[in-house]
Nanobody, 117 residues
Framework: QVQLVESGGGLVQPGGSLRLSCVAS????????MRWYRQAPGKQRDLVAT???????DYADSVKGRFTISRDNSRNTGYLQMNTLKPEDTAVYYC???????????WGQGTQVTVSS
């Protein structure tokens, strides 16, 4: 059974930082790309960042230069370092791993990030 568990969300002031973690189990984490999505209230779910099995990364324009995605295959864990946070970054953040058998992906339960003064 594949399970993804996110953590690290919380309330932070504008300009602050948070580091999200996603621990995977039941899947060969190292061979699949990992993605972070987010969904703000009343808005569609958006792709934030991607890291492939080789460590090559890609980012949404809205987070480039502020967010960094990484992975530690020895720990089956992915990360999203978020710096210079803005109120518009407020959302539930999800980690996702898509496979050939499940192209829609395995999703975690999400972690809430709130950026507010």
């Amino acid at each position: 059974q594949v399970q993804l568990v996110e953590s690290g969300g919380g309330l932070v002031q504008p300009g602050g930082s948070l580091r999200l973690s996603c621990v995977a189990s039941g899947i060969d984490f190292s061979i699949y790309p990992m993605r972070w999505y987010r969904q703000a209230p009343g808005k569609q779910r958006d792709l934030v960042a991607t890291i492939d099995s080789r460590g090559i990364t890609d980012y949404a324009d809205s987070v480039k230069g502020r967010f960094t995605i990484s992975r530690d295959n020895s720990r089956n864990t992915g990360y999203l370092q978020m710096n210079t946070l803005k109120p518009e970054d407020t959302a539930v953040y999800y980690c996702v791993i898509a496979t050939i058998r499940r192209p829609s992906g395995y999703w975690g339960q999400g972690t809430q990030v709130t950026v507010s003064s």
